[in-house]
């Protein structure tokens, strides 16, 4: 039987099995961006006012690697991982499996948030992000206003979007919905989320690897054995 993490919600909510999907999936964005998103803006803010850093973790390579303003696009593209993913926990075949993931994936989230304030680096590949026009130079603009160039490691960028990728393939799979055009579509636009990170200047090589490394061993070990 599928576990429920967090007892409270069946003491506020018990009869949220049976509300529609837009309100269900309603319920997991709403919930993640309050318990995820805006922690991390805070604690990004914070880290930015502190402006240390405790632990280099760039690579020689890193300043190596060009600056592609075109992948932008991928990196802004993760916003769009979080609804998708509530929309699919939110179909009544999977919704206990849906909560649970949700409520794994946060606590990830938080154990990350941990790691940024005890050893918060700063990303000074940034200076390196100049030059751009155009689309692509606006919505950098835009990032570096939004987004401190902090919270190196792990990147959430690239352990949120491969978790959510490995929990839609989950989910689709119990439905006989996961083809291999799907497979190919969805990995190769996580890859070029992943690589976006590095190719836009916002994270070291280390985060991404670490952040893989991660996904790896909690999806295996923690996360889908407790779907089942």
């Known amino acids: 039987m599928v576990k429920n993490d967090w007892p409270v919600l069946d003491r506020w909510w ?3 099995l049976e509300w529609s999907r837009p309100h269900y999936a309603g319920f997991l964005l709403t919930a993640f961006m309050l ?3 805006l922690p991390y803006m ?14 280099e973790v760039s690579f020689p390579f890193d300043w190596e690697i060009p600056y592609v303003p075109a992948f932008v696009i991928p990196y802004y593209s993760f916003y769009l991982y979080f609804p998708i993913a509530a929309w699919i926990a939110a ?9 649970l993931f949700f ?4 606590t990830l989230t938080w154990l990350a948030f941990l790691a940024f304030l005890a050893f918060p680096s700063e990303i000074r590949l940034r200076s390196q992000a100049v030059g751009a026009d155009g689309l692509f130079g606006t919505l950098m603009d835009e990032l570096h206003k939004a987004d401190a160039p ?16 490995l929990f839609v393939r989950y989910a689709l799979k119990r439905r006989d919905r996961w083809s291999p055009l799907l497979s190919v579509f969805s990995w190769t636009a996580c890859a070029s989320l992943v690589a976006s990170t590095v190719l836009i200047k916002q994270h070291y090589v280390f985060d991404g690897l ?3 490394a991660i996904c790896a061993v909690m999806w295996r070990w923690w996360i889908r054995p407790a779907l089942n």
């Open 150 to 165: 902090y919270n190196a490691w792990p990147s959430l960028h690239v352990m949120q979007s491969v978790l959510v990728v």
């Open 35 to 37: 318990l995820g998103a």
């Open 14 to 16: 018990p009869q949220r």
């Open 210 to 212: 670490l952040s893989i």
């Open 103 to 106: 409520q794994r994936m946060l």
């Open 91 to 99: 179909h009544e075949s999977v919704r206990k499996q849906g909560m």
């Open 42 to 55: 805070l604690i990004n803010r914070l880290s930015a006012w502190r402006g240390t850093t405790v632990i």
